[in-house]
């Protein structure tokens, strides 16, 4: 090939390398070229091996055109690659812009359980009439449990309450009421005393709507000089009327408690449909609340404390039922249920 031919074939792969670069719109692209135009075996390569055909004299100005082609290419190489990648920056830049000024997503402010807020309140309530605040364990003894409320091994009133039984010792229980607590406190402080206790209770029970293995129980205690059973209706009247909020009718029904006597169960006139019957209370116009009396004096002897001298009130309720009624929850398993869509109503 003569000096002139390979000028021109120079000059015909700068043009079409130029070309080529031009359209290129990828850098995967970019790099293909760069190996088709610039690589060992690319075109500008094969052009040169021509080079060795020349005499010593012609080599010079030909060689000096192949650099500066090499060189033109090259150089449209990097401005094809600075321009992609100003592109592609712009492109991010973009997509990612952040308006400081809009308002940020806050985080939700979670919030007490209902069983919380129900506990709370019923605590509030006795707070107001004079009770403080005691709280117990809730893994206890038969003790606590049992023997010292009155209920020896051999009482019925043990079957009635499904207890749960561990493997820590023959007589360590989960509690099955709140009413250990009675035991603890008057075996701590002289009368007077006026406590409530709140607190989780255990029984082995098959869950349902209305019954769940672990539930919740307040439990109240007073013991004074000359207590009468007067004190005790008029103190949970007072409960019942600011705790649903209006004043209800009540009625106190004779029944059994090994650690009262007389005992009692106090029901309440619906506060739904204030007695004409309705489906939350079964038709019956009355609820069943809660379990009180008068302290047994068999228990206050067990504790050390004088019958003769003392006497006292005791009742015990259940939470979740109060928290049922008073939030027309038709299921005590929504409480354990960690359903947000539940939880969000309180
Ligand atoms: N502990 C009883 C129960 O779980 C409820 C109860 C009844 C508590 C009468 C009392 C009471 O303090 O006087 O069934």
Known sequence: MSVDELKEKLLQVETDAVAELERADTTVRLEELRLEFLGQKGTLTMVLRGLGMLSKEERPPVGEL???????????????????????????????????????????LGHQHPLTLVTERIIEIFYGMGFSLAVGPEVETEYYNFDALNTPADHPARDEQDTFYTDAGSSVVLRSQTSTVQIRIMEQQKPPLRIISPGRVYRNEEINARKYPIFHQVEGLLIDRDVTLGQLK??????????????????????FFPFTEPSAELDSQCPFCLGDGCRTCG?????????????????????????????GFAFGMGIDRLAMLKYGVSDIRHFWSSDLRFLEQF
């Open 66 to 108: 192949a650099n500066r082609v090499k060189e033109r290419i090259a150089s449209e190489i990097s401005a094809r690659k600075e321009h992609f990648y100003r592109l592609e920056l712009e492109r991010r830049l973009s997509g990612e812009t952040l308006d400081v000024t809009l308002p940020g997503t806050g985080l939700a």
């Open 234 to 255: 008029g103190t949970l009247n007072e409960f019942i009327r600011v705790f649903f909020g209006r004043p209800l009718k009540t009625r106190f029904r004779p029944d």
């Open 283 to 311: 038709h019956r116009g009355w609820l069943e609340l809660l379990g009180c009396g008068m302290v047994d004096p068999n228990v206050l002897k067990g504790v050390g404390i004088d019958p003769d001298i003392w006497s």
